[in-house]
């Protein structure tokens, strides 16, 4: 960092999503260690890139990802979005989602969800908070 460079504070990103189960399957990392470890790095990891170098190790180690593994890391990279964006909170119930950025108990920004799928609800949700940004 070069000095007199501000320093972006870390957003804590909650998402409260009613469509998802975030979690990377026992029967495809079978040791809780290992499966705890990429839990926790991918909920530190800040940039896309390194969710994305994150995905790639997993792959090397563990084989083609499963659709819950594949969510999982979907959901790390609307984390990180909504981070870098400056929103700190979003919430899904049913087809509706919900913005909120840091400091402001106000909602944001608030989305009709069409997709029926997981895969399709992030896609929507990632593409909102590039709008923000």
Do not use: T
């Amino acid at each position: 960092m070069m000095k007199g460079e501000k320093v972006k504070a870390v957003v804590d990103v909650k998402l409260n999503l009613d469509f998802a189960n975030p979690r990377l399957p026992y029967d495809y990392i079978e040791e809780d260690v290992q499966r705890l470890s990429l839990m926790k790095r991918f909920a530190e990891a800040q940039d896309v890139r390194v969710v994305k170098a994150l995905k790639a190790e997993m792959k090397d180690r563990f084989g083609p990802l499963p659709p819950e593994a594949k969510e999982f890391v979907r959901l790390a990279e609307l984390r990180v979005a909504c981070a870098n964006a400056q929103v700190e909170h979003v919430d899904v119930a049913g087809s509706r989602a919900v913005f909120y950025r840091v400091g402001d108990p106000r909602p944001d920004k608030v989305i009709d969800l069409r997709g029926q799928s997981p895969e399709r609800k992030i896609a929507e949700l990632l593409s909102a908070v590039r709008d923000l940004a």
